[in-house]
């Protein structure tokens, strides 16, 4: 028979809530949050490698913390179908063109102005600026958290024939971004614009629904459309601007020190996709022209400015009136 002494029993009936207590303590492992992260090209492209750059360190500085699923090569859709996943919350992260997002946060086109940038280093300036901050808040108030923005570099003309002059656009269909803005622009030069998505781009092209478009030279690379686009025309017209988001739902999941550290990771990040943009737009042209490409010049560039002036004109109260648009042009 086995004996127990009263003061066994009182210890146990002590220890019984403790026992019974729900154990909150975890491993580091067992807190880790998973990401979906979509990138539109693949794993050679800016796009994707600083969505490397980012989870390595963040294991760095949170071990543990977070699992980075990176789906590239856009099968997760194009940048609105993206967009819209992550207010939905299927998508943790993503980067964008301020083109799209625009359709939630329309004082974005300011940075979509054609030839408002005189260079990248004015862009950066600006957006690190009171005018970048007030866009970071307006985005917020949308669900997408933006710790920086970033520079996917001068747009260029792309075109089945050699356009050089503004004029030879006349009555060709254009493929534009979804926004209303790059609608006007092109609307200015006689093109008749069509909004399709970029992962829908190539097969639109090739199969005859558009004659022309638009787009970054690391992108044009990217894409392969030098096969359905032979040439480029270097009018860099918009400087191509855009941002590292998150979605509200995963940013509100973490703690204020995790908001800081990623915050702080996402802009050094951003600098280095910079670095890699333009070093790869230059590499992106040498690939165009050795797989069959053609870079031109443009002419009239006059001709090409005047038009873009009619769509400061329509969007200046939309980006927050004429004044923005001259605190932006005498940004030093």
Do not use: C
């Not at 992260?37 to 794993?43: H, I, P, Q």
């Not at 520079?151 to 050089?164: F, I, P, S």
């Not at 639109?204 to 040439?231: I, Q, R, W």
């Amino acid at each position: 028979m086995v004996s127990i002494s009263r003061r066994a029993l009182v210890s146990a009936a002590a220890l019984a809530p403790a026992l019974a207590a729900p154990v909150f303590l975890r491993p580091a492992s067992a807190r880790a949050t998973a990401l979906t992260v979509a990138s539109l090209l693949g794993e050679d492209k800016p796009e994707t490698k600083v969505w490397r750059r980012i989870g390595a360190r963040l294991e760095q500085r949170l071990p543990g913390r977070f699992r980075f699923r990176i789906v590239t090569n856009g099968a997760l859709g194009g940048e609105k179908d993206v967009a819209d996943g992550a207010r939905l919350g299927s998508i943790q992260a993503s980067l964008s063109t301020v083109s799209t997002l625009s359709a939630w946060v329309p004082e974005l086109q300011l940075l979509d102005l054609p030839f408002l940038f005189r260079d990248a280093d004015h862009l950066r300036r600006v957006v690190s600026g009171p005018i970048g901050h007030g866009l970071k808040q307006r985005l917020a108030e949308n669900g997408f958290v933006v710790p920086d923005f970033i520079d996917y570099g001068a747009r260029h003309l792309l075109a089945k024939e050699a356009v050089t002059r503004p004029d030879q656009l006349q009555g060709k269909t254009m493929r534009v971004i979804q926004s209303p803005l790059h609608t006007k622009l092109w609307s200015a030069f006689g093109a008749v614009p069509v909004g399709i998505p970029i992962t829908e781009t190539y097969n639109a092209l090739a199969t005859g629904v558009a004659d022309a478009m638009d787009l970054t030279a690391s992108a044009y690379a990217g894409f392969k459309l030098y096969e359905v686009l032979p040439y480029l025309t270097k009018t860099a017209h918009i400087r191509s601007s855009g941002v590292i988001f998150f979605a509200e739902s995963f940013w509100n999941s973490l703690t204020e020190e995790e908001r800081a550290i990623v915050t702080e990771v996402s802009a050094e990040a951003a600098l280095y996709f910079n670095t890699l943009m333009r070093q790869d737009e230059a590499a992106s042209l040498e690939l165009a022209q050795a797989n069959g490409g053609t870079v031109l010049e443009p002419e009239a560039l006059g001709a090409w400015q005047e038009g873009a002036r009619t769509v400061w004109m329509a969007f200046q109260e939309v980006v927050g009136g004429p004044q923005v648009i001259e605190t932006v042009r005498d940004t030093a």
